[in-house]
């Protein structure tokens, strides 16, 4: 069974930095894509940042300078560095993998692509 494990996060002043980790355990296929996502109270869950399995970075227009996304296959993590974080930034942080197909996934943007989800951290960002 695949599990995902969120740590990090936490509460910060505006303009302060956070950094959230991901693990992963019982993979089978490597290597996968693995992606962060974010929901807002209110507000649907929108796509972050995503490192696909072939090395390439995507990142949301609204977090693209200030976020930074980076991996450990070999240890199967997931890092996400938050710097110049805004009020806006506040949500709960979800990390998302797919299951590591020989075929990479086509729109790291889309929720569709991710079979594994972790529990959610919360950020919250004071101005």
């Known amino acids: 069974q695949v599990q995902l494990v969120e740590s990090g996060g936490g509460l910060v002043q505006a303009g302060g930095s956070l950094r959230l980790s991901c693990a992963v355990s019982?993979?089978?296929?490597?290597?996968?894509?693995m992606g962060w996502f974010r929901q807002a109270p209110g507000k649907e869950r929108e796509f972050v940042a995503a490192?696909?399995?072939?090395?390439?970075?995507v990142y949301a227009d609204s977090v693209k300078g200030r976020f930074t996304i980076f991996n450990n296959n070999a240890k199967n993590m997931v890092w996400l560095q938050m710097n110049t974080l805004k009020a806006q930034d506040t949500a709960v942080y979800y990390c998302?993998?797919?299951?590591?197909?020989?075929?990479?996934?086509?729109?790291?943007?889309?929720?569709?692509?991710?079979?594994?989800w972790g529990q959610g951290r919360q950020v919250t960002v004071s101005s």
């Open positions: 998302a993998a797919d299951q590591g197909d020989p075929v990479p996934i086509v729109n790291p943007r889309a929720e569709y692509e991710y079979d594994y």
């Open positions: 019982g993979r089978t296929f490597s290597p996968y894509s």
């Open positions: 490192i696909t399995s072939s090395g390439n970075i």
